[in-house]
């Protein structure tokens, strides 16, 4: 059984930094392309950041370029996701995913075979 756990999720001043981690388990994660996502109360679920199997390629939503930093441990089977200068508009619910992919990163949800539960993030202003 396949499961993905988001944590370090909170409550954030703006300008703070958050450290998001998903562990992995069920699945061998050096065969995942991994991504992260989030949906905000009244929005779709946009997409954040994904990296490939190997580490060696990122991508990233424009908005969070310089911000946002995805990484990720194969041997722990874990993804971070490190959130700097935090807005009021990242609050939102924080998802991790995984697609079974070693060609490269994917960038569309409907792309990912498994999702994790998410972790609320909040940034007061």
């Known amino acids: 059984q396949v499961q993905l756990v988001e944590s370090g999720g909170g409550l954030v001043q703006t300008g703070g930094s958050l450290r998001l981690s998903c562990a992995a388990s069920?699945?061998?994660?050096?065969?995942?392309?991994m991504g992260w996502f989030r949906q905000a109360p009244g929005k779709e679920r946009e997409f954040l950041a994904a990296i490939s199997w190997s580490g060696d390629t990122t991508s990233y939503k424009d908005s969070v370029k310089g911000r946002f930093t995805i990484s990720r441990d194969n041997a722990k089977n874990t993804v971070y996701l490190q959130m700097n200068s935090l807005k009021p508009d990242d609050t939102a619910v924080y998802y991790c995913a995984a697609d079974f992919n070693k060609r490269g990163v994917a960038l569309g949800a409907d792309e990912y075979e498994y999702w994790g539960q998410g972790t609320q993030v909040t940034v007061s202003s």
């Open positions: 069920g699945l061998i994660l050096r065969n995942y392309c």
